[in-house]
């Protein structure tokens, strides 16, 4: 599969760095793309700099070159997942802003009728974060909150991230056994 993994400012960039690797190590082509606010995140959190995260993935994109490939519905792309969402690119999501080269794969996700995945980090919301998370929702966006599952028992951090990650592949089709699922 290719896929395209978008980082927006913020917090949990985490999960984006462990979903690429994920999606690497099982032989997926990755592409990635970052906001400026997602670069000031992950070195911030993660101490990962631009050639850091270029050496993982097959290509990374400038945010601001709306002309890349995959601002458009030719360019072959089978799913994106944005994570962590902010509410504002859900909000430019929803109300087709299309004002990044985020935004706009986004966008070309939801025109293409592909599988597109946020993965919202802001808490508390307000209605007005509710009505965008549900306007895509009903776009047929999945929508996955930054909200593990204790049912596992996980013992370190990084068994929180690989559940989340876990349930973020389900949704993009991607196998990827990182949490041992709940048998009643």
Not at 72 to 81: E, I, L, R, T, Y
Request: hydrophobic content about 45%; overall charge negative; glycine content about 8%.
């Amino acid at each position: 599969m290719k896929i395209v993994v978008g980082i927006t400012g913020a917090s949990g960039s985490i999960y984006a760095l462990r979903l690429i690797d994920v999606l690497k190590e099982a032989g997926h082509e990755v592409h990635a793309v970052v906001t400026d606010s997602g670069w000031q995140v992950l070195e911030y959190e993660c101490k990962v700099t631009h050639s850091d995260l270029q050496a993982r993935v097959d290509m990374l994109y400038d945010n601001a070159n709306v002309g890349a490939a995959i601002a458009s519905g030719s360019f072959q792309v089978d799913a994106m997942a944005v994570l962590p969402c902010s509410m504002k690119t859900v909000a430019s999501i929803a109300h087709s802003l299309s004002d990044n080269l985020l935004t706009r794969a986004a966008d070309v996700m939801l025109k293409e009728g592909r599988k597109l995945v946020l993965v919202p980090r802001e808490t508390p919301m307000h209605a007005i974060h509710l009505e965008n998370l549900l306007k895509l929702a009903q776009l047929g966006v999945k929508i996955v909150p930054a909200a593990p599952g204790f049912y596992h028992r996980p013992q370190t951090i990084a068994e929180l991230v690989d559940m989340l990650v876990g349930k973020i592949c389900d949704q993009l089709g991607v196998e990827a056994e990182l949490f041992p699922r709940w048998q009643g």
